[in-house]
């Protein structure tokens, strides 16, 4: 309904849905009204330095102020490339499974851009991927993969971000991840340079640090034995030549009965979404503490 002018309505009952008003010429007010006061909006706040690298210093990208408006997410595997197996799961299956559970997060709860590495059971090259991510100018690459060993008592989450490292079983879960390289062995001095000439060790080391202290708190609601392996480094071949940082999270062990117990349920594979979620925004919050109205 449009009311104009002063239409008259019944005693006692105010404006309806949808009603838009036209004022009057002339409006008496009493002479005892209070003046009008005019409230001073509150000033926001500046932006606060963020916080420090866990070496002690700040990265440029701290020194520029840089923030995340866009990550790339790379579900580990796919196609003719299953990853690690066991009786009812796939590495490839779980792990897209919980990167499409993460777009969804970032869809609804904030401002950053996702982009998936593949959305479907398909093959993508592992060097495509970081040229995926760098095509797309995404400012963080999260490579999601399920562990795998011998010995079926090993458990745990654990995150990695890319160097060089002396740590055998580091190198052994590298050899795995990196089995569908396309790489030859005349490559290896570029490879080795590109990784001695990482720039992003710093960040990529705390986004680890981030989202690996997310893993393990989220997911020891579910899992009281769960354990922390920590973060580690290694020549993965998905990590190389990323230009913004980058991090390979193990979400578990499919070769362990009780971690496999859990990767076939959906409300754990939720939980490891809710905490890449986490460890992303935490990570963000880090590089960017930004108050949203000063006290007055």
Do not use: C, W
Not at 90 to 104: G, P
Not at 199 to 207: A, G, L, N, P, Q
Request: glycine share 6%; no cysteine.
């Amino acid at each position: 309904m449009t009311v104009q002018g002063n239409k008259p309505r019944p005693a006692g009952k105010g404006p309806e849905p949808g009603d838009t008003f036209t004022s009057p010429a002339t409006v008496p007010v009493a002479s005892s009204a209070p003046a009008p006061t005019t409230a001073k909006p509150a000033a926001a706040a500046p932006p606060s330095a963020p916080s420090a690298n866990t070496t002690g210093s700040f990265s440029l990208s701290r020194q520029l102020g840089l923030g995340i408006a866009r990550i790339v997410i790379d579900p580990g595997h796919g196609g003719h490339d299953p990853g690690a197996q066991v009786k009812g799961l796939s590495e490839a299956e779980v792990t897209l499974d919980i990167a499409l559970r993460l777009e969804k997060l970032f869809t609804k709860q904030s401002g950053v851009q996702v982009v998936l590495t593949r959305r479907d059971d398909t093959f993508v090259p592992l060097q495509e991927r970081t040229a995926i991510a760098n095509r797309a100018g995404a400012d963080l690459f999260l490579s999601i993969h399920a562990n795998a060993n011998e010995d079926a008592s090993l458990r745990g989450v654990e995150t990695y971000f890319l160097n060089l490292s002396p740590n055998p079983e580091a190198g052994r879960i590298a050899a795995r991840e990196n089995a569908a390289s396309s790489q030859t062995m005349h490559e290896v001095a570029d490879i080795v340079k590109a990784i001695a000439l990482n720039d992003k060790i710093d960040e990529s080391r705390d986004f680890a640090t981030i989202v690996q202290t997310a893993l393990y708190e989220k997911l020891r609601t579910s899992d009281r034995a769960l354990r922390n392996l920590g973060v580690k480094q290694a020549p993965f071949v998905v990590l190389i030549g990323a230009t913004m940082p980058s991090v390979l999270a193990e979400i578990s062990f499919l070769t362990n009965r009780q971690d496999a117990t859990l990767l076939k349920t959906e409300k754990y594979r939720q939980q490891i979404a809710e905490a890449l979620y986490q460890g992303v925004m935490r990570y963000q919050q880090a590089l960017k503490k930004v108050p949203a109205v000063a006290a007055r």
